[in-house]
């Protein structure tokens, strides 16, 4: 498959740069896969959309505050550093700016008075050069980055980030630290909208996936298959796998809050439509052709072109039903990507 089939035009315009003024009113085009109809609605109407017997998953991730502006020394240069995974107390692999000038052996300054050097990582290097492995000269766990790091905004939010993307750019049911990215399908929930959810006898459970910083890249492969997605953790708790297989034993509809959530279900799903509560790592990319063993309904933002996201999306509900959904949704002024509208693909 092409990867330019699985693109779009985007006036600038419509990416959002802030979330909605209040959490809950964004939006929300309903696609029916089945027919290609498609209705337009707002994200508070979402609970008497869904199926009343349902089962909606979610994905309790929390975004750390990750992001760091250190100095070279010492020349003093400013050097961006994106941490995402914690190896040691000590040791993280991070994305780093700039990556072919940042050799191993330089050393920073962070913020809180810390120094860090680049290790040596030849297989990170060959594998993906912006990629490193720094070594702080103290523990830098998540009271470190809570205190002194800031959160990472997509780079097409053209802004910093402020004290508001602290709250905003979390869920509220975000609980456990570990991703570099909000799940942004689960940012248009609320309270109330979860309550009232409930209240029609929807079942609602967590899953956890981390995200990491490939999911949300660009295909730059010319062939959608030469892409490789990175590895990114996830959990499914006993609590979460019994009531998946419970609603597939009645045949009750499961719903995934996001592409994280699609992702961790289908990677653990077992033929015969099961799935294991496990803790495990996934580099599942889902193309036109999956054969999806869980997930019948999907609540997702709009994702952008040439994006592994889009490529989910599209195995779906189908390409062209996709294509023409987002077509309607530029020329209707839908806000597109992590601060945007949302869909709800039944």
């Known amino acids: 498959m092409k990867t330019n089939n699985f693109s779009f035009d985007l006036p600038e315009h419509l990416i959002a740069q802030y979330p909605v003024s209040d959490r809950g009113s964004s939006r929300l085009l309903v696609l029916d896969r089945e027919t290609g109809t498609i209705e337009h609605r707002m994200f508070s109407e ?11 998953i979610v994905n309790n991730s929390r975004v750390r505050k990750s992001r760091f502006i250190a100095e070279s020394l010492p020349s003093g240069g400013k050097v961006e550093f994106l941490l995402l995974e914690q190896e040691s107390p000590v040791v993280w692999q991070a994305v780093v700016s700039k990556a072919k000038k940042q050799r191993a052996g330089k050393t920073y300054r962070f913020p809180g008075g810390r120094t860090a050097r680049i290790l040596p990582d030849s297989k990170n290097e060959q594998a993906n050069r912006e990629i490193k492995r720094v070594e702080f000269d103290a ?10 790091g800031s959160v990472p905004l997509p780079p097409y939010i053209r802004r910093n980030a402020e004290t508001s993307d602290e709250k905003r750019y979390q869920t509220v049911f975000a609980e456990l630290p570990g991703s570099a990215a909000a799940p942004t399908a689960g940012l248009h929930f609320t309270p109330q909208v979860l309550e009232h959810i409930r209240k029609r006898g929807i079942e609602v459970r967590e899953i956890t996936l981390h995200v990491g910083l490939g999911t949300f890249r660009p295909i730059r492969s010319d062939e959608v298959e030469s892409h490789r997605m ?11 796998a019994e009531a998946i297989n419970r609603a597939k034993s009645d045949g009750r509809p499961i719903i995934a809050v996001g592409t994280t959530v699609v992702r961790t279900l289908e990677s653990a799903a077992q033929k015969g439509d099961r799935i294991r509560a496990e803790t495990g790592k996934t580099e599942l990319f889902i193309q036109p052709g999956h054969d999806f063993l869980i997930v019948d309904h999907l609540i997702t933002n709009f994702h952008t072109p040439r994006s592994s996201l889009l490529v989910l999306v599209s195995a779906f509900a189908g390409r062209e ?3 023409e959904a987002y077509s309607t949704a530029v020329k209707q002024e839908y806000r597109f990507f992590s601060y945007g509208d949302a869909m709800y693909i039944r």
């Open 139 to 148: 523990p830098a766990g998540e009271d470190y980055l809570e205190s002194y």
């Open 230 to 240: 990175h590895e990114e953790a996830y959990t499914v708790p006993e609590a979460a």
């Open 46 to 56: 979402l609970p008497e959309l869904l199926p009343a017997n349902a089962l909606l």
């Open 321 to 323: 039903r996709i294509l």
